[in-house]
């Protein structure tokens, strides 16, 4: 979790030099939609601690859940894919199997 940034950001790509805060590449990896699976207020359902909903981008598809990990201090969220037409059930056997090749 990061604060809010500017809007004018929406696009940025590019380099930050060191020293300066958030230094490093920055690429925007996917860009899409959201639509909540639960509840109508996703700024509520983060401050509860769990926002469930659909990614509609051109790389995550499909159900999700972003939880706060309790004991973990303020920062620590963990993405849970949904099981749904986009997820791949045996996906640890697949990467296994990979890796034996």
């Not at 940034?5 to 020293?19: K, L, Q, R, S, V």
């Not at 300066?20 to 990896?29: E, K, N, S």
């Not at 509840?39 to 509609?56: C, F, N, Q, T």
């Amino acid at each position: 979790m990061v604060e809010d940034h500017p809007a004018e950001y929406f696009d940025f790509e590019g380099i930050i030099p060191t020293g300066h805060y958030g230094a490093g590449t920055v690429i925007i990896w996917d860009t899409g939609n959201y639509s909540l699976l639960e509840g109508d207020d996703p700024v509520s359902a983060l401050e509860a601690g769990k926002i469930v909903l659909r990614l509609h981008g051109k790389i995550l598809k499909g159900a999700f859940s972003l939880v706060k990990m309790k004991g973990r201090g303020e920062k620590n969220w963990l993405l849970i894919k949904g099981r749904d037409e986009y997820s791949q059930g045996n996906w640890h056997l697949q990467q296994a199997l990979t890796k034996e090749k």
